[in-house]
């Protein structure tokens, strides 16, 4: 005879899901959820654009070298090419993942919907998401009411 177990269920709270739509307009089933209670929000998005400033200069001191020291002689594909194909290819991760640790894991392949990383994906993947910026302010500040109308000095409110 098996052990009987209640669950608790718990609520989302207060994280907004964000759709996802192609360039044409149509629902892409994918979306992206986030949580203006996060209080490291902010910080994540600090980082972020510390990030990516970092792997600009990374792939721009590179780029550099490369120019500098490989051969550009020869048939395609030259060292050079090769050399500036991988130093591309490798910013472009870094890119990925410095969104992804902002907004969440998968959801630079989410906004891209089947699109290739692209050198300037993001600056497009942040101004895509700055969209959402007004409803994640709108949410938060009706946090900080509830907060205070919850906690507002009552007497005989023995809320801690």
Do not use: W
């Not at 002689?73 to 500036?84: I, L, V």
Request: charged residues 35%.
């Amino acid at each position: 005879m098996g052990v009987f177990m209640e669950y608790i269920e718990l609520g989302k709270g207060s994280i907004q899901r964000f759709g996802i739509k192609d360039a044409e307009g149509n629902d892409t089933g994918e979306f992206i959820e986030i949580d203006p209670e996060d209080i490291d929000f902010s910080f994540r998005a600090n980082e972020c654009q510390i990030k990516h400033q970092k792997n600009i200069e990374e792939v721009q001191n590179k780029l550099k070298e490369i120019e500098e020291t490989c051969n550009k002689e020869g048939e395609f594909p030259t060292e050079y090419d090769k050399a500036t194909r991988e130093a591309c290819k490798e910013f472009m991760e870094k890119e990925e993942k410095t969104i992804d640790d902002f907004i969440g894991e998968g959801t630079t392949k989410k906004i891209l919907n089947g699109r290739k990383p692209y050198m300037l994906m993001f600056n497009d993947i942040i101004d895509t998401l700055t969209q959402i910026i007004p409803p994640l302010k709108n949410t938060s500040k009706t946090i900080i009411q509830n907060i205070k109308e919850k906690y507002k000095k009552n007497e005989g409110n023995n809320v801690i």
